[in-house]
Nanobody
Framework: QVQLVESGGGLVQPGGSLRLSCVAS????????MGWYRQAPGKQRDMVAT???????NYADSVKGRFTISRDNARNTVYLQMNKLNPEDTAVYYC?????????WGQGAQVTVSS
């Protein structure tokens, strides 16, 4: 069974940066569309950024110009570099892997932006 394990969350001050990582336990990681989603308390889970197997990226309007998604297929890892963080970015961030009908979620990583 494929598993996704996130790391890199934590507490950061407004204006700061964090990098999230997600490692996938699959030999065909390169074929997956990978994404990051987030869910704030009392709100629905929303897409933050996605990256296809070919490297095409897509971002939510709220993070464009501040966040960057990337992948390293040799390491089975997808990253989310988050810059210029603000309190509205506070949420649990979930890694997602999609291939055919298989849709997999990680356990989530808490990101808190506060002074």
């Amino acid at each position: 069974q494929v598993q996704l394990v996130e790391s890199g969350g934590g507490l950061v001050q407004p204006g700061g940066s964090l990098r999230l990582s997600c490692v996938a336990s699959t030999s065909v990681f390169r074929l997956y569309t990978m994404g990051w989603y987030r869910q704030a308390p009392g709100k629905q889970r929303d897409m933050v950024a996605t990256i296809t197997s070919g490297g095409t990226t897509n971002y939510a309007d709220s993070v464009k110009g501040r966040f960057t998604i990337s992948r390293d297929n040799a390491r089975n890892t997808v990253y989310l570099q988050m810059n210029k963080l603000n309190p509205e970015d506070t949420a649990v961030y979930y890694c997602n892997g999609l291939i055919a009908t298989l849709n997999i979620w990680g356990q989530g990583a808490q990101v808190t932006v506060s002074s």
